[in-house]
T-cell receptor, first 115, second 111 residues
């Protein structure tokens, strides 16, 4: 399966600041990556689909101006949480589609805490 | 969009007992996948099911896809403490490769 890394693994920031999270596909090129958010004890909710060389596709209810996604290369997608607030505190996970038909491979996640 | 219901939400079993988690959808699914997330970790892909009535086995784990492709189950025989974690089913939408996750079943195995 794909090897996916995320950086940072954990970040604490003050309310009103912006945080950038990187997702890298280490062993193959990915034209598509997915960003999920997971609150404690809850399931994963798809936020957006990151498309290399074009605009990301956001799920309903996800503010595209608040969660900026850039997929500038076939191995890197970034998610920037702008003007973060405490309610944005969550576990952010990216995934890369596998080379098979349907499976996805997840990064280790980034735990964001906004104080 | 697709919605997938998963039960139970929590399950505590004694080591050696069996465990089953179920997923149901009101719509026919293109495919269903199962993931395991250890505490503090990220989801790890276990299996994908595509065909109606499909059954797949991985050692002590048995995965089933219903005949109508609206439900699926994961059964673990003789649980071990290493099975602890949250098991998620996820419905794929085929071409777009997006996943809709079930709510997950958190398994605790008591030694």
């Amino acid at each position: 399966g794909a090897v996916v890394s995320q950086h940072p693994s954990r970040v604490i920031c003050k309310s009103g600041t912006s945080v950038k999270i990187e997702c890298r596909s280490l062993d193959f090129q990915a034209t598509t990556m997915f960003w999920y958010r997971q609150f404690p004890k809850q399931s994963l909710m798809l936020m957006a689909t990151s498309n290399e060389g074009s605009k990301a596709t956001y799920e309903q209810g996800v503010e595209k101006d608040k969660f900026l996604i850039n997929h500038a290369s076939l191995t890197l997608s970034t998610l920037t949480v702008t003007s973060a607030h405490p309610e944005d505190s969550s576990f952010y996970i990216c995934s890369v589609p596998g080379q098979g038909a349907y499976e996805q491979y997840f990064g280790p996640g980034t735990r964001l805490t906004v104080t | 969009g697709q919605q997938v219901m998963q039960i139970p939400q929590y399950q505590h079993v004694q080591e050696g007992e069996d465990f089953t988690t179920y997923c149901n959808s009101s719509t026919t699914l293109s495919n269903i996948q199962w993931y395991k997330q250890r505490p503090g970790g990220h989801p790890v892909f276990l299996i994908q099911l595509v065909k109606s009535g499909e059954v797949k086995k991985q050692k002590r784990l048995t995965f089933q896809f219903g005949e109508a492709k609206k439900n699926s189950s994961l059964h673990i025989t003789a649980t071990q403490t290493t099975d602890v974690g949250t098991y998620f089913c996820a419905a794929g939408d085929g071409s777009a490769r997006q996943l809709t996750f079930g709510s997950g079943t958190q398994l605790t195995v008591l030694p």
